[in-house]
């Protein structure tokens, strides 16, 4: 095939008239992305190239990672331009998808929290330390990130954890960290700083509701283990 961008493909299977017509629901991932990318290269149709861009991520969502962005570029006749595209698009819908979870939702049970913090810590692929800020009600009023380690290990301090909830208002506080393994049982360091937490909330009156670790769709809550 030698027609390189939309204008070239029959009206009927135009993915970006497809998008307007049927809405971006109706539409493949491959054709998603051919709305994104607009053009092909001399071998190969937008459709075709986007079709191989989707081959190459396996699951599209891997693509966030830093070691899938590399492998962006060496797909031929994407280049630096398109590449961006694509991620700011990615980007952008996880921002989206965290903010409808954030926007005053309840948190009560570990269920709940391990689904608000899924989506930001399961592909992470270092260690990230989160605290979730709740009120009086037990709504999220924010999420903030206290630190970001190694892959083995992330420093976490109980008055960084408490200075946001005193910041903020908070009435409790839940937090999570994740493990780049993809594994939850918690390590010794994980439960001595799960008894500091909990012993500062106390005289702070601040509980911590619960320490959540977030694995590759799995979690492991210390509640619900009998530390907290």
């Known amino acids: ?37 607009r053009t092909g290269t001399k071998q190969k149709s937008v459709l075709d190239l986007a079709g191989e861009l989707a081959g190459n991520s396996n699951k599209l969502r891997e693509l966030t990672k830093p070691e899938y962005r590399d492998e962006l570029l060496k797909v031929h006749g994407l280049g630096p331009a398109k590449a961006a595209m694509i991620l700011a698009a990615l980007e952008l819908g996880k921002r989206i998808s965290w903010t409808r979870l954030e926007e005053r939702q309840h948190v009560t049970t570990a269920r709940e929290g391990a689904e ?45 954890v408490f200075s946001q909830a005193v910041l903020y208002h908070a009435s409790a506080i839940l937090v999570g960290h994740n493990h780049p ?31 959540l670790i977030i694995g590759d769709g799995i979690f492991y809550s210390f509640k619900q283990h009998g530390y907290l």
């Open 1 to 37: 095939m030698t027609n390189f961008s939309f204008k070239a493909l029959p009206p009927e299977v135009r993915p970006q008239e497809r998008l307007l017509n049927a809405g971006p629901e109706a539409l493949s991932i491959p054709e998603l992305l051919a709305v994104i990318l």
């Open 116 to 160: 608000l913090l899924m989506p930001r810590l399961r592909f992470a692929n270092t260690e990230h330390f989160l605290v979730v800020l709740l009120d009086t009600k037990s709504k999220v009023i924010s999420i903030q990130k206290i630190s970001q380690g190694s892959v083995n290990a992330s420093l976490v301090h109980t008055r960084e």
């Open 181 to 211: 393994s993809g594994e939850v049982s918690p390590s010794k360091d994980d439960k001595e700083l799960t008894a500091n937490l909990a012993e500062a909330g106390k005289i702070l009156g601040i509980p911590v509701l619960d320490h």
